[in-house]
C-alpha cells in the first residue's frame, strides 16, 4: 500500500480511559488518534496504518439505545474516510462485545468497509456476530491485551488488501460457521483411510466437519383438552393443489404456503399432488391421506375426540432447506397458528 | 483371490478407421461401436464423440462413467450379471485402459413423481473442470437417440447396459497386448499387529428409478453382505443412480475405488485389510434403517475389523444412514472414519448435516454442493442442448447448454462424490 490503512478504534468508556462502571452512560463520541490500548495497537500496526481516531460509547449507552448509538457512530466516522474498523479487545465483557460486534457489522453494511473485533470466544459477541463479523479470539481478561493487539493488526493488515483470507487457525479468527470449498491434496477415500489410523493408533485427529452444538428447544406443556383442541396439519412434504400453482419448488423451498381445507373431508390425488423433490411421491399421489392425514383427523373431529380440525393447510417442502430457511418457516407459521387459537399440530416429514 | 490388473496407458484418443490401440494412441472406429448395440431396440441411433482434457467442450444429460475394462483371463466376465452370468470375479487378469472413460448421454424423456433423471455435466476445460474427476480422462462420449414412448427405467436400462457393452468392447482391443503395468491385488495374512480395518460402502436404491447394481442384482432388497476388493475392480457394483449429480458414484468410481485402493496399497505394511461389507442405504423405515446399519456392524466384526471407513452415496436419508451405520459401529466397539458430502447452502453459511450422531467424530468432506459456479460459454456441447432443471428449484432451466450460466455444484458430475474419489472438500472459513 502506497499510503497507510486510516483506521478507526472503538473503545468503550473503561479502555478509553474515561472511566469504570461509573461512567457506562457515556454517549457516542470521537477523538483524534489513538487513546489507551489503541496506542498498542498503533504500534502494532507500525507505518501501514494509523488510527486517525478513536470512537468511544459507554456500554450502557449503547446497551440501551443501539440503533441512535450507531446512527451517531457513522456520523462522527465519515469524516475521517477510514479504511477501516477495529473493535476492542472486548475480552469476557459481555456488553463490550456485544456492543463490539454489532457496531462491527453495521459499518460493514453501511460503510462498505471492513471491520474486525476481538474477544473472548465465550462472549455473547461471538454468537451473534460471528458469522457476519471477523473476531479475533482473545484470553477472558486484559491481561491477554498484548497477543490480542498483535493478532488484530495481522488480521487488518489482510483484511485491508482484500486478499482471500486462509482458514481460521491459521490467520487467528473464530471459526465464522461458514463452510468453503477447496481442493485438498488427496482424495477423500484416503483422507479417511488415514484419519481411522490415526483414530486407532490413539493419536490425536480432526473432524473435517465439526460437529454441531444444536440448541435445545423446550418443548410445549401437554395439551390439557384434547376435546377441546383446534388441531392444525402441517407438512414439509410438499402436497399442493394440482398444477402447483403457487410453485412451490420440490427443493430449497423459498417459502411455505396455505391451502384452505374448509369443507374437506379427506385428500384425494386428483385435486391435489406431491411436489417433494427428495422422495419418490407416487404414493403420495395416489392418497395424500398417506402424509396429511386430513382423513383420520375429520374422523376424529366428527367422533369429538378432538375439538376441530383447523381449516388452513400449512404446506412447504424440506428437501435441500437450509436451516435459516426452515427456522423462519417454523416461526412464522407457528404464529399463525397461534393467533388463530389453534392449539396442537400435528407436522409430518418425510 | 488374487487378481493381476494390467494398464495399458492411453494418450490420446481420436475417431478412426477400425478400433485399436497403438503406442498409446486409441483409435476408434463409429460403426464398430454403432454395431455393438445395434440389436437393442430401445436405442434409435447413438453417436459416438471424443473429449479431451483442456478442450473447449461442455458434456451434459451424463447418465454414466464407465472404464474401459475386459477379463482377459481367469472366472467371469467384467460387469458379471449384465454383460456375462453372474460368475465371481475378481481373479485372474483384468486389462484396463487407463485415462479413458466412456461417458453415457441422453435426453431421458419426462420425469416420474420428483425423482427424475437430473442434469449431469462436465467441463473438459475452464472454472468448472476442476470439480469433475472425468475433465482429466479422454472421454468417449456416447450420445444415444431413444426410441418414442419409452419408459424411464427402460430408458435408462438400455442405456445403461450399452455403455458397459462399448467400455468392454474398448478394452478388449488389448486382449493380446502385453500391459504397460501390472499389479498384483492380493491380501495375504496380516501380520496380527497391525490394525484390522474393514470398508464399509453404502450403497444407493431410491424407488424405481435410481438404484445400484450387483451383480446384476438391484440392490433393493439386499442387506449387507461382505465383497471382495478385487470384485470392485471386475465391475461387480455398477451405477444406476441418475440423481443429483453431485453426489452420484460414477461406475467409474466403483471400479477405481479409492478407499478399496488404499486399503489394498496398504495391507501387510500399515494395516490389515479385512474386507469390504457393502450396504444398501435409503432404507424408509427406521426398524429397516437399524436392522441394515446392525448389520454392517455384525459383519464388520465377524471379519475380524477393528476400525472401519465408511462411504456413501446420494443425501438425505442417505445421511441418516450413514450416521447409523457409524453409531452401530461404535457401539460394538468398532472405530469409525465417515466420509460424506456438506449442504451449506451457496454461502456456505448453513449447517452442512441433514444428520448426524454424536459417535461421528471423523468425518471426511467431499465439499459443499450447494456452492454456485458461473461457467462460461463453450465452443462445443455433447449430450443435449438446454440445461436440465427440475421444478424450478435449480434456477437457470432452459438455459442454452452452449452459452454461460450459473450452476450450484450439484449439477456437476461427481463434484461432491461421496463414494470418496475426489479431492474437493469444505473447511472453516
Same mark, same amino acid.
Given at each position: ?350 | ?115 427424475? /433423471?437430473?442434469?449431469? =455435466?462436465?467441463?473438459?476445460? +475452464?472454472? %468448472? ?8 480422462? @479422454? *472421454? ?118 479409492? /478407499?478399496?485402493?488404499? =486399503?489394498?496399497?496398504?495391507? +501387510?505394511? %500399515? ?8 450396504? @444398501? *442405504? ?148
Amino acid at each position: 500500500m502506497e499510503r497507510r490503512i486510516r483506521v478507526i478504534h472503538y473503545l468503550n468508556q473503561f479502555f478509553a480511559g474515561v472511566g469504570g462502571e461509573e461512567k457506562a452512560g457515556l454517549p457516542m463520541e470521537i477523538r483524534a488518534g489513538a487513546l489507551g490500548p489503541g496506542r498498542k495497537l498503533q504500534a502494532e500496526l507500525g507505518p501501514e496504518g494509523e488510527i486517525v481516531a478513536t470512537l468511544l460509547c459507554g456500554d450502557n449507552a449503547f446497551a440501551e439505545q443501539p440503533e441512535g448509538c450507531l446512527a451517531r457512530a457513522l456520523e462522527l466516522i465519515g469524516p475521517y474516510k477510514p479504511d477501516l474498523l477495529v473493535a476492542g479487545p472486548a475480552f469476557g465483557a459481555g456488553r463490550y462485545g456485544l456492543a463490539c460486534g454489532q457496531l462491527c457489522q453495521h459499518v460493514q453494511d453501511h460503510l462498505g468497509i471492513p471491520a474486525l473485533t476481538a474477544m473472548h470466544p465465550e462472549n455473547p459477541g461471538v454468537e451473534l456476530y460471528r458469522a457476519r463479523v471477523y473476531i479475533v479470539a482473545t484470553g477472558p481478561a486484559a491481561t491477554a491485551m498484548e497477543p490480542a493487539l498483535r493478532g488484530m493488526a495481522r488480521l487488518a493488515r489482510k483484511l485491508v488488501t482484500g486478499v482471500p483470507l486462509g482458514s481460521p487457525e491459521v490467520e487467528g479468527y473464530l471459526p465464522r460457521g461458514i463452510r468453503r470449498n477447496e481442493f485438498a491434496a488427496e482424495p477423500a477415500g484416503v483422507r479417511a483411510v488415514h484419519l481411522l489410523l490415526r483414530k486407532l493408533r490413539g493419536d490425536p485427529y480432526e473432524s473435517e466437519v465439526p460437529l454441531p452444538s444444536f440448541e435445545r428447544v423446550t418443548p410445549a406443556p401437554p395439551l390439557r383438552d384434547l376435546q377441546q383442541a383446534a388441531v392444525a396439519l402441517v407438512t414439509e412434504a410438499g402436497v399442493v393443489p394440482r398444477g402447483n400453482p403457487d410453485r412451490l419448488e420440490a427443493r430449497r423451498a423459498t417459502k411455505w404456503l396455505r391451502y384452505s381445507l374448509h369443507g374437506l373431508r379427506d385428500l384425494t390425488g386428483e385435486q391435489f399432488e406431491c411436489v417433494h423433490g427428495g422422495f419418490d411421491g407416487h404414493f403420495v399421489n395416489q392418497d395424500p391421506d398417506r402424509v396429511v392425514p386430513l382423513d383420520v383427523l375429520r374422523e376424529l373431529e366428527a367422533e369429538g375426540r378432538i375439538g376441530a380440525v383447523h381449516e388452513i393447510l400449512y404446506v412447504t417442502v424440506g428437501a435441500g432447506a437450509p436451516l435459516a430457511n426452515a427456522r423462519r418457516f417454523g416461526q412464522e407459521i407457528a404464529a399463525e397458528l397461534r393467533k388463530a387459537g389453534v392449539q396442537a399440530a400435528i407436522l409430518t416429514g418425510t | 483371490m488374487e487378481l493381476e490388473l494390467g494398464s495399458f496407458i492411453v494418450r490420446e484418443v481420436a475417431l478412426g478407421e477400425t478400433t485399436r490401440l497403438q503406442d498409446g494412441r486409441l483409435s476408434i472406429a463409429p460403426d464398430e461401436i454403432r454395431a455393438l448395440v445395434a440389436d437393442s431396440p430401445e436405442l434409435r441411433g447413438m453417436t459416438v464423440d471424443v473429449a479431451q482434457p483442456g478442450e473447449s467442450t461442455r458434456i451434459a444429460h451424463i447418465l454414466d462413467g464407465i472404464e474401459p475394462r475386459c477379463k482377459v483371463s481367469g472366472p467371469g466376465s467384467i460387469f458379471p450379471g449384465l454383460l456375462g452370468p453372474p460368475v465371481t470375479v475378481g481373479s485372474g487378469r483384468t486389462h484396463q485402459l487407463d485415462g479413458v472413460a466412456v461417458l453415457t448421454t441422453a435426453t431421458i424423456p419426462g420425469a416420474s413423481d420428483g425423482l427424475g /433423471v437430473k442434469e449431469a =455435466l462436465v467441463d473438459m476445460a +475452464g472454472p %468448472a473442470a476442476p470439480y469433475s474427476p472425468f475433465s482429466r480422462l @479422454r *472421454n468417449v462420449v456416447l450420445q444415444f437417440d431413444l426410441r418414442e414412448g419409452l419408459s424411464i427405467i427402460e430408458a435408462t436400462a438400455a442405456v445403461r447396459l450399452a455403455g458397459l457393452k462399448v467400455a468392454a468392447y474398448l478394452a478388449g482391443v488389448t486382449r493380446e497386448y502385453r500391459p504397460d503395468r501390472l499389479e498384483r491385488f492380493v491380501l495375504p495374512p496380516a501380520s496380527s499387529a497391525l490394525p484390522r480395518v474393514a470398508y464399509l460402502c453404502q450403497v444407493m436404491t431410491e424407488g424405481d428409478i435410481h438404484t445400484t447394481y450387483l451383480y446384476g442384482l438391484n440392490v433393493e432388497g439386499m442387506l449387507p453382505t461382505l465383497l471382495h476388493p478385487n470384485e470392485f475392480m471386475d465391475g461387480a457394483l455398477v451405477a444406476g443412480d441418475y440423481h443429483i449429480a453431485a453426489m452420484r458414484v460414477a461406475t467409474y468410481q466403483f471400479q477405481n475405488n479409492s /478407499v478399496v485402493h488404499e =486399503l489394498c496399497r496398504l495391507h +501387510g505394511r %500399515a494395516l490389515d485389510f479385512r474386507g469390504v461389507i457393502l450396504a @444398501r *442405504n435409503m432404507w424408509w423405515a427406521p426398524g429397516a434403517k437399524q436392522r441394515s446399519a446392525e448389520f454392517s456392524a455384525k459383519l464388520a466384526r465377524q471379519i475380524g475389523a477393528e476400525g472401519v471407513v465408511i462411504t456413501m452415496q446420494n443425501g438425505g436419508h442417505a445421511v441418516s444412514d450413514l450416521m447409523l451405520a457409524c453409531q452401530s459401529c461404535e457401539r460394538a466397539g468398532l472405530k469409525t472414519a465417515i466420509v460424506l458430502f456438506e449442504m451449506a447452502d451457496a454461502d456456505g453459511s448453513d449447517w452442512s448435516l441433514v444428520d448426524v450422531a454424536p459417535e461421528a467424530d471423523a468425518m471426511v468432506s467431499t465439499g459443499n454442493m450447494d456452492a454456485v459456479i458461473t461457467l462460461p460459454p463453450v465452443d462445443r456441447v455433447l449430450g443435449g442442448t438446454t440445461l436440465l432443471d427440475f421444478n424450478q428449484y435449480e434456477g437457470g432451466g432452459d438455459a442454452h447448454l452452449g452459452g454461460a450460466f450459473t450452476t450450484a455444484l450439484r449439477r456437476i458430475y461427481c463434484a461432491t462424490t461421496p463414494g470418496g474419489d475426489g479431492r474437493l472438500r469444505a473447511r472453516a472459513a
